[in-house]
């Protein structure tokens, strides 16, 4: 298994300013992701964070409004800019280790909760 | 295009009766299913998979799922429900061309009366 870190937990923070949530996953892992759970509602996936490059965004969600990093193979970074309360979610990191062509498992973070005043 | 449907925004059950999930699928390609559970003010934890071996499926918890082809379903049952088993429930579907990529039902709440 791999064991998932975020930080911060939770935050509270003033609209039109910005966040960045850390996650660390304690051992090398091939994919990482990005995703948003709204207030009572499921799991969209935000992003896949490429590492050494580009990350690979969803329909939807552009770099500008979440831009993400992933210098390494096993640290992510995801920043909330320019915040509204409609990015009030929580987000969650999750990641996998493994090769392609088959089933690798998919582990996830704590989630950092967002509010957004 | 993948996608999931949860029949149920909130299913509730006596203590020590049976749980019943219900999770459709669709996918132009074989797909690979799975149960989250996620805890209150936790992260998603995986209770069991599909990835084409069994269609029956036993994950952790006591709970089963069985993969049925001809009616694109992936229901979640467990004979006999606890009070900790009370937390939301997901359905997800991937497959080897998404990536790794998950695609999410929207989410059942699972509660348990005494």
């Known amino acids: 298994s791999a064991v998932i870190s975020q930080k911060p937990s939770r935050d509270i923070c003033q609209r039109g300013t910005s966040l960045t949530i850390q996650c660390q996953v304690d051992?090398?892992?091939?994919?990482m992701f990005w995703y948003r759970q709204q207030p009572g509602q499921s799991l969209t996936l935000i992003a896949t964070?490429?590492?050494?490059?580009?990350?690979?965004?969803e329909s939807g969600f552009v770099i500008d409004k979440f831009p993400i990093s992933r210098p390494n193979l096993t640290f992510s970074t995801l920043t909330v800019s320019n915040m509204s309360p409609e990015d009030s979610s929580i987000y969650l990191c999750s990641a996998i280790r493994g090769t392609s062509g088959g089933y690798n498992e998919q582990f996830f973070g704590p989630g950092t909760r967002l509010t957004v005043l | 295009a993948q996608s999931v449907t949860q029949l149920g925004s909130h299913v509730s059950v006596s203590e020590g009766a049976l749980v019943l999930l219900r999770c459709n699928y669709s996918?132009?390609?074989?797909?690979?299913l799975f149960w989250y559970v996620q805890y209150p003010n936790q992260g998603l934890q995986l209770l069991l998979k599909y990835t084409s071996a069994a269609t029956l499926v036993k994950g952790i918890n006591g709970f089963e799922a069985e993969f049925k082809k001809s009616e694109t379903s992936f229901h979640l049952t467990k004979p006999s429900a606890h009070m900790s088993d009370a937390a939301e429930y997901f359905c997800a579907v991937s497959d080897l061309g998404q990536g790794g990529k998950l695609i999410f039902g929207q989410g059942t709440e699972l509660s348990v009366k005494p």
């Open positions: 964070a490429n590492q050494g490059s580009e990350a690979t965004y």
């Open positions: 996918s132009s390609v074989p797909p690979y």
């Open positions: 051992s090398q892992v091939t994919m």
